[in-house]
């Protein structure tokens, strides 16, 4: 008995031991994880499918990941920016080495297209350009083109490449080219007058876009960042394109270790000014010239250097104009005829320098230097007669005389010197930078309107003769500007999900008016475990915007007669961003979708309150207001029609702000409703017709009486509404290089077009002229932009 007792206790402990080990079985999972080249992919996720297992890989590639053992384990392997590869392993046992490759997104596969959408962890919104060579646009700038379509994003005037973001002012928003902030003029007052964007859109790589709550890395704009990062180029490519609204020529040759890129511009806008209200003479000369050149000597020095010169020049003889405005039962009739002419001139120049050493593949430390500068010359002497009839009489309710006069004349120029690392950790990205801003402006303004109607001068004055409005300016101004940021990008994988966390602050100082700030923000995003087509994203941080040069100007009033001058104690406006958003990756019928939505409040402090005449911001020049601006804003992005990107974004928005203590008043970029639409489009079972439609609604802004106070902004204008519509027919497709003989073979495609702007012909307001009846009633006359016309394109590619 007592060995039957003793044999059958040796079993149960063999019996229970062997089920705790094949509980308790394991299996260690390590390799490597390269991209196509063969090189490592540093901070790539990998996890075991369904469970709460996984490893980040070090800064080789490498990683290690003990799980428990199972019939079937699947390994997922991720990266943001390249294609999410799985790997099944059958009933493994004591140590699996699994080695992955990950292409980058967007790769061809034989003749199939693998597309997926970049999970967006930061503010920082990647800007499809697939299609913006087929997309007609009227202002010039195809990239801001672009921007205006995106989720927070508004614009009132098809002839501007400006543009509003969530309630903020033209000025507010920051544009980079490859890490390097760039100006724009400074006395342009319309869109007529802007010319050519500063940014070539035929030398873009890839467009990054930030609508708030961006990095610390980013400078002292309020509202948003532009970050452009020019192509290096392999091989040879170029293109030749002409169009009645100008032509433009772009080269790009590149080896291993150097890369040059030279492009021309030439704009006109001669025939879509023509369907304007005004009629005369115009003639718009707008050129620039661009080149970015990149020299990789070894593997420890970069070079890399951009020039621009561009010229754009304005010159017009308005004849005559008539404009009908007002209800269908009310009609009334505004005709003027002209004498005089305008001249402007604006001419900048821009160059950068930027010179890398890199340490080892993960620290880098750069130089960086650049100039820019300005010269503006705005000059005109317009007269012109008006009369003021109810349409269809013969009887005047209002006739008058007009005659405004400018010479104004300003030359600035900007010079940047910094220094900027990056160092790269297992789970942290640091980067940092020091940079020092010269800026050096000086100006002579001399402006006026004298306005006479029934035959009294306004504002008529029984003792002397006044001008509605005058202006006189001869300023200059020079300062420093000292600057230096940090900022760490930290990763974490979590049984419950993957944490991403950006943190870093500003430190700035101003010698104008000895002011030092102190900007801190966060951007902190969760993807969960369970869903990783969702994404959840908080963004806070403190944003300064030191003053310019407009900003600083201030007047002051004696006997009718206004002096600007520059006020010494202007401080920077403040701006605290609160965004709470979400993301959610979708496929219907297999092909990518994606929806976003962003919640924000922002608290404006230190304001400089501001009127808007066309595209021109008339600063009140002292921090007199704060305010506030919130709304949301959702976009669906996705392929609506396969293998062609599209999107909708829709945004409800409201700011306000109190000017001296006041009651609120509605800013002037106030817009309660913004709707945009780019839909991209194929003929089915070809691949030579393409077609792009790009629609836009923005509801009414405030405006009233020039040259009075904001608090008499009480009328609403009509909201914006328009569509362009671009088509294009392929007449050549040599992309495999089948072709061998004739002249063909040196085309890679030839690209036929046709635009239709505005093609529903809607007339739109920018702006309005106000006059004054016989019986001292003031009529506000809409100043119409351009109406629906059609514009043939052709385009070579080498």
């Not at 149960?12 to 991209?35: E, N, T, Y």
């Not at 760039?182 to 007058?193: A, D, E, H, K």
């Not at 965004?579 to 919640?599: C, D, H, I, N, W």
Request: glycine fraction near 8%.
């Amino acid at each position: 008995m007592r060995r039957y007792i003793a044999n059958l206790y040796i079993l149960c402990a063999m019996l229970f031991g062997a089920s705790m080990c094949l509980k308790a079985q394991s299996v260690l999972i390590k390799g490597k994880v390269i991209d196509d080249q063969r090189s490592p992919i540093e901070l790539a996720q990998v996890r075991v499918e369904g469970t709460g297992f996984g490893a980040v890989c070090n800064l080789q590639g490498e990683y290690r990941l003990t799980c428990e053992s199972s019939d079937s384990v699947v390994v997922v392997f991720s990266m943001i920016g390249y294609e999410t590869r799985k790997r099944v392993l059958k009933n493994p046992v004591d140590s699996v080495t699994l080695n992955v490759t990950l292409p980058p997104l967007g790769y061809q596969l034989g003749e199939v297209q693998v597309n997926e959408i970049r999970r967006q962890t930061s503010t920082m919104t990647d800007v499809s350009m697939e299609d913006m060579k087929h997309m007609g646009n009227a202002s010039g700038g195809g990239v801001e083109k672009l921007i205006t379509s995106q989720a927070g994003v508004s614009t009132h005037n098809e002839l501007s490449s400006q543009y509003n973001v969530r309630g903020g002012s033209f000025d507010e928003n920051s544009v980079y080219i490859n890490g390097i902030e760039v100006y724009r003029p400074l006395l342009i007052r319309s869109g007529q007058q802007e010319g050519l964007s500063i940014i070539n859109p035929d030398m873009v790589e890839r467009i990054g876009f930030s609508a708030g709550g961006f990095e610390a890395r980013y400078g002292e704009k309020m509202s948003s960042v532009l970050d452009i990062t020019y192509k290096k180029v392999k091989g040879f490519e170029g293109s030749v394109s002409g169009s009645l609204l100008g032509a433009s020529a772009y080269l790009g040759f590149g080896t291993e270790k150097f890369s040059m890129t030279h492009a021309l511009r030439y704009k006109t806008m001669k025939n879509l000014l023509g369907t304007l209200d005004t009629k005369g003479e115009y003639d718009p000369k707008n050129f620039d010239y661009q080149t970015y050149l990149s020299w990789m000597p070894n593997q420890r020095w970069s070079i890399d250097a951009i020039g621009v010169i561009s010229t754009n020049d304005y010159d017009f003889t308005p004849s005559d104009r008539t404009t009908k405005f007002g209800t269908s039962e009310d009609v009334k009739e505004f005709k003027v005829y002209f004498d005089g002419s305008e001249q402007d001139k604006f001419h900048t120049y821009f160059g950068a320098l930027s010179t890398t050493y890199h340490f080892n593949k993960l620290n880098s430390l750069t130089f960086n230097l650049s100039a820019f500068k300005t010269q503006e010359r705005e000059t005109f002497d317009i007269n012109g007669e008006y009369w003021l009839n109810n349409d269809g009489d013969d009887e005047s309710l209002g006739i008058g005389t007009y005659h405004e006069h400018a010479r104004n004349r300003l030359n600035a120029s900007m010079v940047n010197v910094g220094l900027a690392g990056e160092s790269r950790f297992t789970s942290h990205q640091l980067r940092y930078g020091l940079l020092m801003k010269m800026e050096d402006v000086d100006e002579t303004m001399r402006e006026w309107e004298m306005r006479d109607s029934a035959g009294y001068s306004l504002p008529h004055s029984p003792d002397r003769l006044d001008l509605i409005y005058n202006m006189v300016s001869a300023n200059s101004e020079k300062s420093k500007h000292y600057e230096f940021f940090v900022q760490d990008t930290y990763r974490k994988h979590f049984n419950e999900g993957e944490l991403v966390l950006n943190y870093g602050a500003r430190l700035t100082h101003w010698d104008w008016n000895k002011e030092t700030l102190f900007s801190p923000r966060a951007t902190l995003a969760f993807t969960p475990a369970k869903n990783e087509n969702l994404l959840y994203r908080f963004s806070t941080g403190v944003y300064y915007q030191t003053p310019f040069y407009k900003e600083m100007r201030d007047t002051t009033t004696v006997n009718g007669n206004t002096t600007a001058f520059l006020h010494p104690n202007i401080k920077s406006q403040q701006s605290i961003h609160f965004v709470l958003g979400m993301e959610y990756k979708f496929r219907l019928s297999q092909r990518p979708f994606k929806f976003t939505a962003e919640a924000y409040y922002k608290a404006l402090n230190n304001l400089i309150p501001y009127n808007i005449d066309n595209v021109r911001v008339v600063y009140y020049g002292g921090n007199i207001s704060k305010g506030y601006a919130m709304g949301l804003d959702m976009k669906i992005y996705g392929e609506f029609v396969p293998g062609t990107s599209s999107w909708l974004s829709v945004g409800i928005m409201k700011t306000e702000e109190k000017i001296n203590g006041g009651d609120y008043v509605p800013r002037p970029t106030d817009q309660r409703l913004n709707c945009a639409v780019f839909f991209s489009d194929y003929f089915p079972n070809t691949d030579r017709w393409k077609m792009t439609i790009q629609g836009h609604y923005a509801g009414g802004l405030p405006f009233g009486p020039p040259h009075s106070g904001r608090e008499k902004q009480v009328f609403r204008m009509k909201s914006y509404r328009r569509v362009d519509l671009g088509l294009s027919y392929r007449l050549l497709n040599n992309e495999d290089e089948h072709i061998y003989n004739g002249i063909g073979r040196h085309f890679r495609n030839i690209w036929l077009g046709i635009d239709a702007f505005n093609i529903l012909g809607i007339s739109n307001v920018n702006s309005y002229y106000w006059v004054t009846d016989i019986t001292n009633n003031q009529y506000a006359v809409p100043n119409y932009l351009t109406g629906r016309q059609i514009n043939a394109r052709l385009l070579f590619e080498f």
